[in-house]
């Protein structure tokens, strides 16, 4: 496939992009006491190394009500300069056009992170959390205005060689240009050019500031489903209007808000290329200013695809260049069958930033390490070994193309016909066909790595003693329990009842063994995809699905992900029925007695099928045996302790690369 619309340079004012593709902005969290250090240089170099054109540096508050995360960088404060100084230098020199972002979040402020009250137009509600906001007065909004300025001053001086400002998701600028968070009756709200005066007028004083050679972005979000925000129309027209003073250099177009959050860091469950309807409703009013598309773009195909339709100038993949920071470069080389390709998961980007810790990467550990691990790249060793990975589920895969990437002779074994293990069930529930898409990919670079792969091969300890390996990695993985046992009811071993039959797991489910009745009752502790994406696979099958859990609500774990809401939305539609803050207490033919955590009554379920989804639990006994005949292994994964795939693709890598440093 031919990407000629991907690798179309672009002049964007004093400024020559090497091709489409944008590095857009997000929040990495990485941040230590409010400066970007080696965390944050490893991060953005291995992108422009990788081959973006521009890279968009993750937003920066103007002033102390702007602070939304402890990650944030220092507000108001010229002690930013020369550490930004080292990185826009260094993605400079690899040849990526460096841009910061700017924002300032108005009502959905965090004010015990900032320590301030949350300013807005009119003081609105927060959709961040139970606060609320204060409005403004002329004065600061006149203060706020020159934090802007003063901010983009700063990035100039950083040798940033421009900055986007962030007017999308309903923050500050565009809680200004909506009816609904602005009832001002002054010069900043009423009539359309009143309510953009503040984004205009923060956009004009910084081309002042900072002269003809630098770049102004902005960013906007499509939302026109909310009911409160701009239209599609509306916003066509408030871009028009900045458009028409030759404010902006481009304009950037992602989806959702604060108030449909999902939509902004848009998961598997929401179709591909969102950005591109309203980017492509900008074009055809011929703005001066470029168009960049973004939201669920995933693959330079993608965005081939939008530019070639004419839906946007440049497109911004965030999540795939995370997932494969050298996509670019696999691109233009022809290699995309090499492009490891985003699962559009969001349990580390997104999920580990929700707890407030620096962002990572479910399929791409090296993320947030880059400068620890020599970014996502590998060296020959001085001296190869032989690696046996027992095991192909997502810690032998990785283990295994990273011991090869790095020089070491590689045998993987696998017990099953085909690769993937827990893995490839995952994949095969609704769609989530990106993670075998994954598994497909690992196959194809073992195989291009001339790793031998042996199927259908069980391993004891003899059999991997008689092979001799210099080191085994043991990537077995984990197997339900099988009892029954629930968290919530810790005094209770086994659930009674449970050897009466028709008990299943979710892995005998998506595996095809288990034999089902018409009426299921999951029970799921996890409240994750195991549990949840198994009643998703059950309901669309035909089957009437219970969910039993004792949590507050179904599918919490996801809430990290900012995929609960969605997951919630498509189960009720299906017609699966929620019992939460509840266990079970017995299990027979007819169905489950049910108790309520919360005021201990009991309710039978009527069931014909019990399905588990509960903890698994790993089997050390060929480690052990493995261990007393002396044998240097290691496990991964799994076999090291029950987690999620993130844990275990992690484990691989770092196996391997601590082999390589200790020889």
């Not at 964007?12 to 965390?39: C, E, Q, S, W």
């Amino acid at each position: 496939m031919t990407l000629k619309h991907v690798f179309a340079p672009l002049t964007l004012r004093h400024k020559t992009l090497r091709n489409r593709i944008v590095f857009g902005a997000h929040t990495t969290n990485m941040a230590t006491d409010g400066l970007p250090g080696d965390r944050h240089l490893g991060y953005y170099l291995e992108r422009a190394i990788g081959g973006a054109a521009m890279i968009v540096v993750e937003p920066m508050p103007v002033h102390a009500a702007a602070v939304l995360t402890r990650g944030n960088f220092r507000h108001s404060s010229d002690d930013v300069i020369p550490h930004f100084a080292r990185i826009t230098k260094a993605c400079q020199d690899e040849g990526a056009v460096m841009i910061q972002q700017l924002y300032h979040v108005g009502a959905h402020g965090d004010w015990d992170n900032s320590w301030h009250a949350n300013w807005s137009p009119s003081g609105g509600p927060s959709y961040h959390d139970n606060d609320g906001s204060r409005a403004m007065s002329a004065d600061e909004i006149e203060e706020t205005i020159d934090a802007f300025v003063q901010a983009a001053i700063r990035c100039q001086k950083s040798g940033f060689d421009g900055v986007e400002i962030w007017a999308a998701y309903n923050c500050l600028l565009d809680q200004f240009w909506a009816p609904f968070s602005n009832q001002r009756e002054d010069a900043w709200g009423g009539s359309l050019e009143n309510r953009t005066r503040f984004s205009r007028e923060i956009m004009r004083r910084v081309r002042a500031a900072c002269g003809d050679d630098f770049i102004i972005g902005l960013s906007v979000s499509d939302d026109p489903t909310t009911g409160v925000f701009p239209t599609r129309d509306e916003m066509v027209e408030i871009v028009a209007l900045h458009d028409a003073e030759g404010l902006m250099d481009y304009v950037t177009v992602g989806a959702g808000s604060y108030v449909d959050f999902q939509k902004i860091i848009p998961s598997f469950q929401y179709p591909e290329n969102l950005g591109a309807d309203l980017a492509q409703r900008l074009r055809e009013v011929k703005l001066s200013a470029f168009v960049t598309a973004e939201a669920n773009i995933r693959t330079p195909e993608n965005a081939n695809t939008v530019l070639g339709a004419g839906q946007a100038d440049l497109v911004s993949i965030v999540r795939g260049q995370i997932a494969d920071p050298h996509m670019v470069r696999k691109a233009e080389a022809g290699r995309l069958e090499d492009i490891r390709g985003c699962l559009s998961c969001n349990q580390q980007c997104w999920g580990r930033r929700g707890r407030d810790y620096y962002i990572s990467c479910l399929i791409n550990p090296s993320v947030g390490h880059e400068f620890e691990w020599g970014g996502d790249r590998f060296t020959a060793s001085p001296a190869p070994k032989s690696v046996l990975v027992v095991g192909g589920g997502p810690a032998g895969l990785e283990a295994a193309r990273v011991a090869a990437e790095c020089g070491h002779r590689v045998i993987l074994t696998e017990a099953a016909p085909e690769l993937g293990g827990q893995f490839r069930l995952a994949g095969l529930q609704p769609r989530r066909a990106q993670i075998t898409d994954l598994i497909a990919w690992y196959a194809r670079q073992l195989t291009k790595l001339g790793v031998e792969i042996r199927f259908n091969c069980y391993m004891d300890a003899d059999d991997i003693v008689d092979i001799g390996a210099d080191l085994v990695l043991l990537a077995t993985g984990s197997l339900p329990t099988g009892t029954g046992f629930q968290k919530a009811l810790p005094q209770v071993g086994e659930l009674p009842g449970i050897d009466s039959g028709n008990v299943w797991s979710t892995e005998d489910v998506m595996g095809r063994a288990a034999r089902l009745g018409t009426h299921v009752l999951i029970l799921d502790e996890g409240g994750h995809w195991k549990g949840i994406g198994t009643a998703w696979h059950l309901a669309e099958a035909g089957h009437q699905v219970t969910i039993v859990t004792p949590d507050a609500m179904i599918a919490r774990d996801l809430v990290r992900s900012a995929t609960d809401f969605s997951a919630r939305q498509t189960l009720a539609k299906l017609g699966v029925t929620f019992i939460t803050e509840s266990a079970l207490t017995r299990w027979s033919k007819g169905g489950a007695r049910c108790v309520s955590l919360l005021t201990g009554e009991e309710a039978d379920i009527a069931a014909d099928s019990l399905v588990l989804a509960t903890g698994n639990r790993t089997d050390t006994t060929l480690l052990e045996e493995l261990r007393e005949r002396g044998v240097n292994v290691q496990p991964i994964g799994d076999a090291a302790a029950p987690r999620l795939a993130a844990a275990a693709i992690r484990d691989g890598r770092e196996a391997v690369l601590k082999l390589c440093q200790t020889h």
